[in-house]
Structures are given as structure tokens and as C-alpha cells.
């Protein structure tokens, strides 16, 4: 990577958090679907609060709560200092967490610190993440394990990103017979490889596909949440892609209809249910609806990018555990008292 292409990965990267604090980037006429559903209340719960439970596991990982931060950032100083400021809270929340896209640590080492998590986060799952369209860009299975190596991950997260792609000023939108080379990544390696869109969703024959291609983990990423064309749409000096930018506000599949579709269609998959998360109780919907963990990205940033470090990590611990708190209630007033009976509840209706 030559020092022009890593100064403009370096202001890409700036700017795309600089956008997400400042400006209006979620989604416009398109909600996550959480908000259609409703738990019934049950009166007479039979467990004490105290034992209700938020622990369980991932591909053999213990965790505290089935809760993910999502991938966001890398490639900078100040994604370095968010990253390591999300990875020490979910070690001590136990919620496993992503990391942004890789791509700038693969094509310079230097940049590689900023995705290096693992002496903050020495036990919680952490995933890896590369654009899955960088492997028809120069990209293959060495590469792929090369981010894993960086990371010292546990799994490896291929993004779906074709919509913002066409929109960033810098995109590549050759997203041709990538399925094989997914097949390719997923044979190749000795983690797990996932697949995630990243906010406009994934629909049940495509998640077919890739489970049939090897991938062992699906990340919806639904609509409802962060629009990235509408991000990119402040990055653009293009009038003609900031005008289309409009026109797709609301495009993409609901994070609560990704999730439910996906499931019904593949009984067996692991599914990660993120884009527009906010709450707990929307992580306790997203269980109920067939998740396996509920992501939060976006609603995290400001705190994790405070100026001050340690107001930053009182901020996102009391985040975390608040986010916890009212799942854990809203466990409660079903009446389950683990996440598997959360999962096969019958008490999470249509509004």
C-alpha cells in the first residue's frame, strides 16, 4: 500500500466514525421489526430474579450474556483506542465482540495495532473481519488467515457490503462468483467463518447458500439501524450518488424479518441478530425470534469514542450493564430463567 493509500484509508476511517456521531445515518422509513412484537407478560413467574441467567456459549466459548458488540472500526489511532476501549468491557461483561474491516491491517502491517484486542479481551470470543468482495480484489485464503492471526480471533467474519460499495466514492462492486470463494475461505480455515450483511440484511435463500457453502455462522445485520449509503452519501463529492443516496433510505430486509426468515428456513444455524439494536429488551425479542446472539454497534460509539478513557469505560460498562439488566427483566417477567428457554419461548406475540 503505497503512503497516498494509506492516508486515504486513514481519513476513510475517520471520517466514516466522524459521521456516525455526528450526522443522521440510520435508516428512513424502515424500522428493525422489533418494535411489531411484544412479549405477555406473566404475572406469576415462578423463579426469583435472582436466577435468571444470561449465560451460555459460543462454538465452545463460555460467555456471560449472548450478546455481541458489533463490528465497527480499525485502522486508526482513534479506532485502535475505541476498539481496545469495547474489547476491556466485554471481557468483563462477557460479550464476545467483532472488529471492523481488516483490510487496511492486511495491506499494511503498520496499521495491524489497531485490530490487536486480544491482551484486553484474553477470553471472550473475538472475530475477525474482511470484506468478502476483497477476494476478487487480490485477496484469498492467506489473507483471510492472516486477519485471523492479527486479531488472535476465534472466528472469522466475511461482510457483505455490495449496496455501500456502489455508494462509496472508493467502492469495489465486482461481486461476481464470490460464493466459491467463500466455499474456498470456509474449507480452508481453522475457525469458524460467518457471513454478515452489514444493515440491509440477509434473506433465508441466501443464507442457504453460504450454509451450504461451509459458512457456520450468519450475522443478519438488518435494516433499521445505520444505513451505510446513507454514510457514504456525506462522503461523496459525487451530487449524483448524495442525490440516488435518498432513493435507498429505506432499502433492505428488517433485522426481525432477516432473522425469523433465516430461521424458519434453517432449523440448525447459528444466527447473530444485529442492525438498530438498542436495548435489552430488543436483544431479548432477538433470542426469542431464533437468534443465537444479539449485536449492538452503532448505539455503543459514543461512549467508546469519548476523549477521556476513563469516563468512557465507566460509561460503556454501565452501557453494558444496563443492556443486561433489562434483558435479564424482560426474561423475568416471561418467567424463563435461562437463554435456551428463552429461546423456545411462546410468549413473544405480534403487537
Same mark, same amino acid.
Given at each position: 500500500?503505497s503512503?497516498?493509500?494509506?492516508?486515504?484509508?486513514?481519513?476513510?476511517?475517520?471520517?466514516?466514525?466522524?459521521?456516525c456521531?455526528?450526522?443522521?445515518?440510520?435508516?428512513?422509513?424502515?424500522?428493525?421489526?422489533l418494535?411489531?412484537y411484544?412479549?405477555?407478560?406473566n404475572?406469576?413467574?415462578?423463579?426469583?430474579f435472582?436466577e435468571?441467567?444470561?449465560?451460555?456459549d459460543w462454538?465452545?466459548?463460555?460467555?456471560g450474556a449472548p450478546?455481541?458488540v458489533?463490528?465497527?472500526?480499525?485502522?486508526t489511532d482513534?479506532?485502535?483506542? =475505541?476498539?481496545? !476501549?469495547?474489547?476491556v468491557?466485554?471481557?468483563? *461483561?462477557g460479550?464476545?465482540?467483532g472488529?471492523?474491516s481488516?483490510?487496511?491491517?492486511?495491506?499494511?502491517e503498520?496499521?495491524?495495532?489497531?485490530? @490487536? =484486542? !486480544?491482551?484486553d479481551?484474553?477470553?471472550?470470543p473475538v472475530?475477525?473481519n474482511?470484506?468478502a468482495?476483497?477476494?476478487?480484489? &487480490?485477496?484469498?485464503?492467506?489473507?483471510?488467515?492472516?486477519a485471523?492471526?492479527i486479531?488472535?480471533?476465534d472466528?472469522l467474519?466475511?461482510?457483505?457490503n455490495?449496496?455501500?460499495?456502489?455508494f462509496q466514492?472508493e467502492?469495489d462492486t465486482?461481486?461476481?462468483?464470490?460464493?466459491?470463494?467463500?466455499?474456498?475461505v470456509c474449507?480452508?480455515?481453522?475457525v469458524?467463518? &460467518?457471513v454478515?450483511?452489514?444493515g440491509w440484511?440477509?434473506?433465508a435463500?441466501t443464507?442457504?447458500?453460504?450454509?451450504?457453502? &461451509?459458512v457456520s455462522?450468519?450475522?443478519?445485520?438488518?435494516?433499521g439501524?445505520?444505513s451505510?449509503s446513507?454514510?457514504?452519501?456525506?462522503?461523496s463529492?459525487?451530487?449524483?450518488?448524495?442525490?440516488?443516496a435518498?432513493?435507498?433510505?429505506?432499502w433492505? =430486509?428488517?433485522?426481525?424479518e432477516?432473522v425469523?426468515?433465516?430461521?424458519?428456513?434453517?432449523?440448525e444455524?447459528? =444466527?447473530?441478530a444485529?442492525?438498530?439494536?438498542?436495548?435489552?429488551v430488543?436483544a431479548?425479542?432477538?433470542?426469542?425470534?431464533?437468534?443465537?446472539?444479539?449485536?449492538?454497534?452503532?448505539?455503543l460509539?459514543?461512549?467508546?469514542?469519548?476523549? @477521556?478513557?476513563?469516563?468512557?469505560q465507566?460509561?460503556?460498562?454501565?452501557?453494558f450493564e *444496563?443492556i443486561e439488566f433489562?434483558m !435479564?427483566t424482560?426474561?423475568?417477567?416471561?418467567?424463563v430463567g435461562?437463554?435456551?428457554?428463552?429461546?423456545?419461548?411462546? !410468549?413473544l406475540?405480534?403487537k
Amino acid at each position: 500500500m503505497s503512503v497516498d493509500q494509506q492516508a486515504a484509508t486513514a481519513k476513510r476511517k475517520g471520517e466514516h466514525i466522524r459521521i456516525c456521531l455526528q450526522e443522521q445515518v440510520n435508516s428512513v422509513g424502515i424500522e428493525t421489526g422489533l418494535g411489531r412484537y411484544r412479549f405477555k407478560h406473566n404475572a406469576l413467574p415462578e423463579l426469583s430474579f435472582a436466577e435468571v441467567s444470561l449465560n451460555t456459549d459460543w462454538f465452545g466459548k463460555k460467555l456471560g450474556a449472548p450478546l455481541l458488540v458489533s463490528s465497527m472500526t480499525g485502522g486508526t489511532d482513534e479506532a485502535g483506542a =475505541i476498539n481496545r !476501549r469495547l474489547a476491556v468491557v466485554a471481557e468483563t *461483561r462477557g460479550w464476545a465482540i467483532g472488529l471492523g474491516s481488516m483490510r487496511a491491517a492486511i495491506e499494511n502491517e503498520q496499521l495491524a495495532a489497531s485490530f @490487536s =484486542i !486480544r491482551k484486553d479481551a484474553p477470553t471472550v470470543p473475538v472475530i475477525a473481519n474482511i470484506g468478502a468482495v476483497q477476494l476478487n480484489y &487480490g485477496f484469498g485464503v492467506e489473507s483471510c488467515r492472516r486477519a485471523v492471526d492479527i486479531a488472535e480471533a476465534d472466528a472469522l467474519v466475511l461482510h457483505l457490503n455490495s449496496m455501500q460499495e456502489v455508494f462509496q466514492p472508493e467502492g469495489d462492486t465486482d461481486f461476481r462468483n464470490l460464493l466459491i470463494s467463500i466455499e474456498q475461505v470456509c474449507r480452508s480455515l481453522n475457525v469458524p467463518v &460467518g457471513v454478515k450483511e452489514v444493515g440491509w440484511g440477509i434473506d433465508a435463500e441466501t443464507a442457504a447458500a453460504l450454509v451450504g457453502a &461451509g459458512v457456520s455462522f450468519i450475522d443478519a445485520a438488518g435494516a433499521g439501524g445505520t444505513s451505510w449509503s446513507q454514510v457514504e452519501k456525506f462522503r461523496s463529492t459525487d451530487d449524483l450518488r448524495r442525490q440516488a443516496a435518498e432513493a435507498f433510505a429505506d432499502w433492505g =430486509i428488517p433485522t426481525a424479518e432477516s432473522v425469523t426468515e433465516i430461521r424458519a428456513a434453517l432449523p440448525e444455524a447459528n =444466527i447473530i441478530a444485529s442492525g438498530g439494536l438498542r436495548t435489552g429488551v430488543d436483544a431479548a425479542k432477538a433470542i426469542a425470534l431464533g437468534a443465537n446472539l444479539a449485536g449492538f454497534g452503532r448505539v455503543l460509539l459514543p461512549q467508546a469514542a469519548s476523549s @477521556s478513557k476513563e469516563v468512557s469505560q465507566e460509561q460503556l460498562l454501565q452501557q453494558f450493564e *444496563r443492556i443486561e439488566f433489562e434483558m !435479564r427483566t424482560a426474561m423475568f417477567g416471561i418467567g424463563v430463567g435461562t437463554v435456551n428457554e428463552l429461546r423456545q419461548t411462546n !410468549r413473544l406475540i405480534l403487537k
